[in-house]
């Protein structure tokens, strides 16, 4: 069995991989699935999916308890809505392990998407341990091949990003 040091390194590695064959140009394996349930507790949301389904999926690892991650959620909420139409959306996963924060947080923070998943496991969280995420906020942009195209945008790069992304699949 790997530890979550071991399981962190290997999707290290992995991630790494993957960047270095993007830039080739090379394709290359998809990230790994993520299927969670949403604030409703009954609706499973399957991240292969909803990326099939847009042109480009923001993987946002967040928390309400997470004074860095609130403040880049304006951020996800401006690119979010500059390209919802054009085939972007967010996929968050939240490492709160408190149901009613994580739902008033979503709430607060006028989180609009569909996308909201957790286990309330906290740092604990199996996809967290699968996507190598030791801090958030921590993010992965990708296309709907499962490619990391960027990962842990912050600000106004986020942003810049998704533009650019959206203007090569469209070449």
Known sequence: ?????????????FLAVMLFFSAQ????????????????????YEL???????????????????????????YVVKTYDEFKDKGFTVFSVSLDSRADRWKKAI???????KYHVSDLKGWDSAPAAEYGVRSIPSNFLINSKGEVLGYNLRGNNLSVAVKKALAEVKK
């Open 1 to 13: 069995m790997k530890t979550l040091k071991g399981i962190a390194s290997t999707f290290t590695a």
């Open 107 to 113: 709430e607060k923070d006028k989180l609009a998407w």
């Open 48 to 74: 292969h999916k909803v990326m099939k389904e847009h042109k480009l999926v923001l993987i946002d690892f967040w928390a309400s308890w997470c004074g860095p991650c609130r403040h880049e959620n304006p």
């Open 25 to 44: 140009g090379v394709a290359q394996t998809t990230v790994p699935d993520i299927k969670l349930l949403s604030t409703d507790g009954e609706t499973e």
